[in-house]
């Protein structure tokens, strides 16, 4: 796998499935035929991002950090990794979409992803996605393939989610996540539209299913409700509404 280094103190952002059950961690940096031992700090398996820290090696340059929310569909984006075990390997492509979800997987719901057709490959994983001016837009992390190679469909966590993600983790080693317990109708789900429309709302989260026990159901909330805002901030739709119950 690959990785970007975010601190100069030796802390490294890549994916959970690079290190997730490996009982040894070495690093390797471009230019030095060395191996360098390394720890982990802490994962996040529901983004599958993890921090590690890497141990012996000084004078380590960060990268520069770019705002994934303000990149465009259609930009220029680079990809760097290792690839098959080629270092540093450099491919470029565009933003092909943003906001894709591999799949409705519960498992993988904060996993929003800028789709690229940068040649993203095994080996890549962990690896960053940058705009032309070299600041860090994602972390590659997934491909759609039908034969395990690059077929022009990779993805890339975005840098804001991977950035709240690891400053979590410095801090308390962890991420912590808000709940309150509801299922809801997707805004991509074809049933949306009709469903919002006999509740008599233009927009919001509908609610199909309520935990029991859970904090929605103890406020009153019920299936057919239709969740509008959030403490006065707009609820457009259920996505928007995980990532204010979230965090």
Do not use: C
């Not at 103190?9 to 059950?21: E, F, M, Q, S």
């Not at 469909?153 to 080693?173: R, W």
Request: glycine fraction near 12%.
């Amino acid at each position: 796998g690959s990785g970007v280094v975010v601190d100069a103190a030796g802390y490294i952002l890549t994916n959970n499935h690079v290190v997730d059950k490996a009982s040894r961690l070495q690093v390797k940096f471009q230019g030095d035929a060395n191996e360098y031992e390394a720890k982990v700090v802490g994962t996040d398996p529901a983004t599958d991002l993890a921090v590690i820290r890497v141990e012996g090696k000084h004078n380590l340059t960060p990268v520069k950090i770019g705002n994934s929310d303000a990149v465009q569909v259609g930009d220029w984006a680079m990809a760097i990794g290792s690839p098959f075990g080629f270092d540093a390997t450099v491919t470029a492509g565009i933003l092909s979409a943003k906001e894709r979800r591999m799949n409705e997987d519960n498992s993988m719901q904060f996993q929003h992803f800028l789709q690229t057709d940068a040649a993203i490959n095994p080996g890549n994983s962990g690896g960053p996605l940058l705009n032309m001016r070299g600041e860090v837009i994602g972390i590659n992390t997934a491909i759609a393939s039908r034969t395990g190679g690059y077929q022009g469909i990779g993805f890339a966590l975005p840098i804001n989610t991977a950035a709240a993600v690891y400053n979590e983790i410095i801090k308390t080693g962890k991420v912590t996540r808000g709940s309150i317990g509801i299922g809801f109708i997707r805004s991509d789900d074809s049933r949306a539209p009709a469903a919002l429309k006999a509740s008599g709302a233009n927009e919001g989260a509908f609610i199909v299913d309520v935990t029991p026990g859970g904090p929605a159901e103890k406020a009153g909330i019920q299936k057919g409700d239709v969740i509008v805002a959030i403490s006065g901030k707009t609820i457009h739709e259920g996505d928007e509404l995980i990532n204010m119950v979230t965090s």
